[in-house]
């Protein structure tokens, strides 16, 4: 079921075209990456989604119905929810204070309690790995981190999350337990877009591959029917460029080697 589509989406910024005539959609637990090379857009895109910046033409359709995403609260509102990549976390407050910054539950005396279990409910959801819900932010890895923004933008009980390149601060191990929680959001039943300039992130957990270039679309792809190659030739434009080349050129050389190579 498509959660979110956007059609015909242009924003200028004065002389600047950040985006023409963008299409995208997505499903209730699909994920999209969007992918491009720097100022192809991608920021922009979020931006719209998030309420930050009104499109200057196109539609947005949301569970349905056309609406119009005029600014932050608004997108909440709806069901969207963006994680961006500084995070926005306190680093001096604990995992429950962070979690509920802005929006404690009342009344007062029932706080504590009800904000600890929910947010273990919200950590269980995801199968997250914190030791601790007391402990201040600081105390966290950056996987851990990038959990706690997820599980915020959770409480809103969004259709769709957008992560804005979740993994780019991450070594490899916390890479892959955030590449993990993506997949509980899309078991969840979320439509996930995730911004990303990592192929293998994008290959290891999306579903759809959307490529932005200079403000345009440059191919929606399955990410099961593309390689690797194939996106970085939409990203950059090339169809023939020189990473495809090589690559071609290893294939060959591999696919001969058993025959023509060293002697048995
Ligand atoms: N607030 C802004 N004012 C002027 N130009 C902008 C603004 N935001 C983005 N742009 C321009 O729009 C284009 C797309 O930028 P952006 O969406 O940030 O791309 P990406 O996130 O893919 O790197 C770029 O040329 C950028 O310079
Ligand atoms: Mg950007």
Redo the contacts with the bound molecule.
């Keep these: 079921m498509t959660v979110l589509s956007l059609r015909g989406i242009s924003k200028t910024?004065?002389a600047?075209a950040?985006l023409t005539d963008i299409e995208l959609d997505v499903d209730a637990g699909e994920v999209v990456a969007v992918v491009?090379?720097?100022?192809?857009?991608?920021?922009?895109?979020v931006k719209i989604l998030s309420g930050v910046h009104p499109p200057d033409s196109g539609t947005i359709t949301f569970e349905g119905r056309e609406v119009a995403i005029t600014n932050p609260s608004a997108a909440q509102k709806l069901g969207i929810a963006t994680v961006y990549q500084d995070l926005a976390l306190c680093e001096n407050l604990n995992v429950i204070q962070n979690l509920f910054l802005g929006h404690e539950v009342r009344p007062l005396r029932l706080n504590e309690v009800a904000m600890e279990t929910r947010s273990w409910e919200l950590l269980r959801q995801l199968s997250a790995k914190i030791p601790s819900v007391r402990v201040p932010v600081a105390a966290l890895s950056g996987g851990q981190r990038q959990t706690v923004a997820i599980a915020r933008s959770l409480l809103g009980d969004p259709k769709i999350i957008i992560l804005d390149e979740p993994t780019a601060a991450l070594g490899v191990a916390q890479t892959a337990e955030v590449l993990n929680l993506v997949e509980r959001l899309r078991e969840n039943g979320l439509g996930v877009i995730m911004i990303s300039h990592n192929m293998a992130d994008v290959k290891a957990v999306a579903d759809t591959v959307a490529v932005?270039r200079l403000?345009r679309n440059n191919g929606v792809f399955k990410v099961n029917d593309v390689s690797t190659e194939d996106i970085i030739a939409a990203i950059t434009g090339a169809t023939d460029n020189v990473v495809s080349r090589r690559a071609a050129a290893r294939e060959g050389a591999a696919a001969h080697t058993p025959q023509e190579g060293r002697p048995s």
């Design positions: 910024f004065g600047v950040a491009g090379d720097n100022g192809a857009g991608k920021s922009t895109l932005l403000g």
